[in-house]
């Protein structure tokens, strides 16, 4: 059965095409995991993982806060606050930095212990994948 609707088309021919790459991944010995699954990850693995935004995502900025607006969407999401922690992790989730790194330049800019760093970026990080304005690009 194939979706009607030319957005629900693409969404299809996207989705069949990454689960096909994702076959063949799994098949070659590298495993895959759901976006769901990154949360029970340990914080050493969560730590690996290398963020960025996902392509065709608009970033804008609002009165305190940052929004975005997804591909092919109309509406525009609220990601967060506009403080100065939120706004240095998500300035480094650009797909070069992992989210270690991300948090032990958290923690030194803010003068913070690593744990809380590591868990200001975590607790950002799994919101912005839960909104589908942000993905590990290791995973």
Known sequence: MRPENPVDRRLYFRYLARETVTWFE???????????ELPKLSDEAIAALIPRVCPGV???PGEGRVLAR???ASQMVELFATDEASLLVFNHFN??????????????????????SLGQVKE????????KVCVPVNV
Not at 26 to 36: D, I, T, Y
Not at 101 to 107: C, G
Not at 124 to 131: D, E, G, M, P, Y
């Open 95 to 116: 797909g070069e930095n992992s989210i270690g790194q991300v948090a032990d330049s958290l923690s030194r800019a803010m003068d913070w212990p690593r744990e809380r």
């Open 26 to 36: 799994e098949f070659r010995g590298k495993p895959n995991r759901q976006l769901s």
């Open 70 to 72: 997804l591909a092919g």
């Open 124 to 131: 950002l990080f799994f919101r912005l994948v839960r909104l």
């Open 58 to 60: 608009r970033i804008v």
